[in-house]
Structures are given as C-alpha cells and as structure tokens.
C-alpha cells in the first residue's frame, strides 16, 4: 500500500484455500444460475449484496481508452458512471490501469478529494458516500473496466460483503467472455440448469438451426462428473462427425485440461464446446493461481507418473490438438482446444 492509498480500506484476498474454495463455488453457482446474459446477473446484483445501495458496469476491450456504460442499477449509478466517462476520473479509471480493487469507505475526506477533484463532488451531489470499485479479471482474462457499488452512508465494508462483491465481479468478468464467442448460449445454458442435467450421460439436442455459431454444451464441473463429462463430450463430438482417433485424442485432451482445473481451480471448472469453421471447440476455465511458468515452457514428452504441475497435461495437450490457446494468471486458467473435423 502506498502513501497515496493509505485512506483506502485494503481489499479481501483469496489466498487461504478455504477462501478461494468458497469464492470459486461462489463464481460459477453465479454464472450457472444467471447467464449467459450478463444483464440478468446485474439486475440481481443489489438483491445479491444487500450491503450496497446500487451498482454500474462500464466494461469493454482492451482497444477502449474509456470503457463504455454498460448498466446501471438506479439514477445515482448512472450518474457515477458517467460523471467518470466524461470526466475520464474515478475508481474505476483507477481499477483498470492498476488492476486491482480498491475501496473507499468515505468519499467526504479529503484524500477522495485530492485525488479525484470532479468526480467525488459529483458523487456526493448524486448520494454517494462509499464506493468499492472492482476489476473484471477471471480466469486468465482482463476486460478494460470495472464494475462499481456504491452506498449512500459512509463505512467499511464488511469481509462477507467484500467477499461477495468479489465473486460477483469475477462472474460479470466470466459472462463478458462467454460473449466474446458470439455464440448462441440460450439453449446450452437452459439445458444445464434442468434438473438431472449434471449427471444425463448424454447432452440434449441443442434447438435451433445448424451447429456453426451455436453452443453444444456448457457445464459446470467438479472431480464427481469428470466421468459424465467425458461421455456428454464424446456424444456430441459424434454427433459433430469427430470419430475415431481423432475423437479419442481429443478426449484425452479435454480430460487433461479439466483435470488440471479440478486439481488446481479450486475444485470446480466450467466446460463450453462448440462447432465453428469446420472445427470442435472446447474451453474450459477456472479460477485458480494460473500455471507456473516453468510448465507453461514445458514441451517433453508426456509422463503418465507425472501430474499436470509438472508439466505434461500441457505437453499432452500441445500434442493431440489442432489449434491450442491458454491463458493463464493469478485469476485462474482459460485453455482453449481444437479439432478440425473430417471433412
């Protein structure tokens, strides 16, 4: 912490591995629940955090200097969010180019002041007295941005509410990258949330025209249904016309990867396959410390002995598929894998 933000109130950290556990399960309940509309979770977001008063987004891609407004919970909201558009100064300019939270318990003291002159005055004349400003990284991605409550009474904010403030952040972040996909996720996410729909052996049909730019499957998964998940994968590459060799290394792959985020996500990661350009794609992302460096460089021969850490479910990885793209940070893994389909 330095001099600057000494009156700022320190973020809560996630690095007791009981605390992340509950913050992961807390990620995807929230993205499984509410997506893939990242509107739907935002307009349960004062009701999610009754701690706050309202809440706004300004999110968008790295090419933009001042992410746009994306949503805003009531009039104040709105009036901070653009207060900080127009003026290009507040919490969430902070957040983006430092990439971490920050708090402010008080907006009246004279520290807010200095350091964003327009912006506080007009968040005091809108009712806003606390703001606690939050990045939207998870799983290996950053989006330009934040996600910004507000209260209307001065004070610290609580841990629980910290905690949730921040899971709430970390699954907007996760919904802003599902759209990135341009896919169609209506069918896939209400298929998941029928009952039985962890444990079916088999992925409904998905509604709908043909497969291109339309999801096959999304699930949220833990060490129970890696099994189940593996056959809901096998059936849909199948039906994709994925067969033979080329299916069973594809297989191996996707094993590799979701067994990396049970065992280094907190437990818990989420599965999306989709058919585009003549290719079946698979993500699957999770929200634990990233992958080392020296397994990120890895590249000999895969060791069944040995244990993704040690690099080989990468190797593997690199080895089976046609296309691979990872990313990888202290907000968790995102692992990328293609197959070109037969023609």
Known sequence: MTARDSHAQQPVRLDDPVVRERFVERVWALVGAYGPNVNHLLRAGPALMPGISGLGLSAGGP??????????????????EALQY????????DVT???????????????????WPRFTEGALEAGARAVHALPLHAGGVHHAGALDLYRRAPGRWADDHQAEATAFAAAIAEL????????????VFGAARRPGAAVSDEPPPVPGGGPEGQALLIR?????????????????????GLTGADLHRFLLAVHAAATNAICHGGGLGQLLLWRARGTLW???????????????AERR???????????????????????????????????????????
Do not use: K, N
């Open 63 to 80: 090419q933009h200097e001042r992410p746009p407004i994306r949503y805003s919970s009531d009039t104040p909201s709105a009036r901070l």
């Open 86 to 93: 127009v003026l290009d100064e507040g919490p969430c300019r």
């Open 97 to 115: 180019a430092r990439r971490t939270a920050l708090l402010a318990p008080d907006l009246g003291a004279q520290p807010w002041h200095r350091r």
């Open 176 to 187: 802003l990258a599902l759209e990135q996909h341009e896919l169609d996720l209506t069918g």
């Open 220 to 240: 949220w998964f833990g060490p129970a249904q890696l099994a189940t998940l593996r056959r809901q994968v096998r059936a849909a590459g199948l039906g994709q």
């Open 282 to 296: 698979c993500e699957i992302t999770d929200q634990g410390t990233g992958i080392p460096q020296d397994a990120l």
């Open 301 to 343: 021969v895969p060791d069944p002995e040995s244990d993704w850490s040690t690099g080989w479910g990468l190797s593997l990885i690199r080895r089976v598929c046609t296309s691979v793209a990872l990313l990888t940070d202290g907000t968790g893994t995102r692992v990328q894998l293609g197959c070109r389909i037969p023609a």
